[in-house]
């Protein structure tokens, strides 16, 4: 039986891309899901498809902007399977920019959601898994937690707060709360969908030629779950075979 087996998993940005793959591969694998984004629809789908192939999921929608609207996921994910094992702060925005475009609406959404979004999951599932005595929490961060990259100085900001805020729930963990950064480099997900600056999103274009699937990702949280209790992953850097940066 695998350790994934049982465990009741909350995802945040769970409508597509990475948070799809990875409730769908959990699922396979007997874990129990709580499932929340924004686009009910979707949810909807990705809900049925789960219990049509005999897994167990529910959902709520959910703006990881709004810290009552994530206490509300954690809550019903505890309400509804008695516990929370694991939090996938998965959502996340990428609107490239050089920082002379100003862009400061998209600075302040990249902030909001890549960085107080995380937050926000922290705080609704570390109470839970404090009474619990134990827990485990994946962050993703990105390859740009990791490298500065010219056109992206905002976005690596925030992915390398993710980095440190996974590093000092590890350090705080006290035994009892696992952490894991998941640091992906070019992964085919809508990402690079909302890029409104003409450059930078040629240049990721061009980058994304090489995107991996999100499957991969998605096995490399499985990976980081199914680790028996008294090992804890704590950071994985996936890129593309070939990507450079």
């Known amino acids: 039986m695998s350790e994934i087996t049982g465990k009741v998993v909350v995802i945040t940005g769970a409508s597509s891309g990475l948070g799809e793959a990875t409730a769908r591969l959990l699922s396979k694998n007997g874990a129990k ?64 920019a050089p920082l002379d475009a100003l862009k400061v609406d998209e600075w302040e959404q990249m902030v909001d959601v890549n960085i107080k979004g995380v937050l926000y999951g922290m705080a609704a599932v570390l109470p839970i898994m404090r009474e619990q005595g134990s827990g485990h929490v994946i962050n993703l961060s990105s390859v740009a937690g990791h490298k500065i990259f010219p056109g992206a100085a905002v976005y690596c900001a925030t992915k390398f707060a993710v980095k440190a805020l996974s590093e000092g729930l590890r350090m705080e963990s006290n035994g009892e709360i696992r952490a894991t950064n998941i640091s992906p480099g070019a992964v085919a997900t809508e990402l690079t969908d909302h890029i409104s600056h003409e450059g930078a999103s040629q240049s990721a274009q061009e980058l994304y030629t090489v995107a991996i699937d999100s499957d991969a990702i998605a096995r490399a949280i499985a990976y980081a779950i199914e680790q028996p209790a008294d090992v804890d992953v704590n950071e994985l850097i996936i890129r593309p075979t070939a990507q450079e940066l």
């Open 33 to 96: 899901l709580m499932l929340g984004a924004r686009r009910e629809e979707r949810l909807k789908e990705l809900t049925a498809a789960i219990e049509a192939d005999g897994g167990s999921a529910a959902y709520r929608i959910t703006d990881v902007t709004d810290r009552s609207q994530v206490e509300a996921l954690a809550q019903a994910a505890r309400e509804t399977f008695g516990r929370v094992d694991v939090l996938l702060n998965n959502a996340g925005l990428m609107p490239l």
